[in-house]
Nanobody, 112 residues
């Protein structure tokens, strides 16, 4: 299984970015996005199950939206109203129920 993330970049405070992650392999029971800022632990940003249930970190609720396209085996993260504290490497994750897979990470930098 391989996960290919894209869509990171540099954006000003208040701007938007859309992250995409395409997966090979099986259908996953859950897919999501995590992030890791310099000097900090990796944290959950958003998660979506195969049934469409979502879960968000409190810090991104109302600003970020996660979605998935099972036909494309893809997961997306629409990020609006970005803040400097959103700066991090974002990793996509896919859980097959037996294993957890990670993408290579994509850097999001929000300038103040």
């Amino acid at each position: 299984v391989q996960l290919q993330a894209s869509g990171g970049g540099l954006v000003q405070t208040g701007g938007s970015l859309r992250l995409s992650c395409a997966a090979s392999g099986n259908i996953f029971i859950s897919m999501g996005w995590y992030r890791q800022a310099p000097g900090k632990q990796r944290e959950l940003v958003a998660l979506i199950t195969s049934g469409g249930s979502t879960n968000y970190a409190d810090s991104v609720k109302g600003r970020f939206t996660i979605s998935r396209d099972d036909a494309k085996k893809a997961v997306y993260l629409q990020m609006n109203s970005l803040k400097p504290e959103d700066t991090a490497v974002y990793y996509c994750m896919a859980n097959s129920g037996f294993n957890v897979y990670w993408g290579q990470g994509t850097l999001v930098t929000v300038s103040s």
